[in-house]
């Protein structure tokens, strides 16, 4: 079994990449299909929703991973938006 610094070394770095590649939906559309064999273009449309969100919704994000979904809410959006994610 790996030491605790080598699994977070590890993890850290997966981590990190899959930030950057959902930060990128093209990318993401790429290594979905190619990793996981799925579509991604409904997340990224789930994304774009959220600004047509009207005053009072409530949304809950699990797993939000690394926050990419905030980039859908328009500034001073007045919505209650939950977000969680797990650490292992």
């Known amino acids: ?3 605790l ?3 977070w070394r590890t993890s850290f770095i997966e981590a990190n990449t899959y930030d950057w590649a959902v930060e990128h939906e093209h990318v993401a559309g ?3 299909r190619l990793i996981w064999g799925t579509d991604t273009s409904a997340f990224y ?3 774009a ?3 047509d969100k009207p ?3 409530k949304v809950l994000d699990i797993p939000c991973g690394g926050g990419v979904a ?3 809410l328009r500034p001073q959006q007045e919505l209650d ?3 969680a994610t797990s650490r292992r």
């Open 70 to 72: 905030f980039r859908g």
């Open 81 to 83: 938006y939950v977000a």
């Open 1 to 3: 079994m790996p030491d």
């Open 5 to 7: 610094r080598e699994r």
């Open 45 to 47: 449309r789930d994304i």
């Open 55 to 57: 005053a009072g919704t």
């Open 49 to 51: 929703h959220l600004s």
């Open 30 to 32: 790429v290594l979905g």
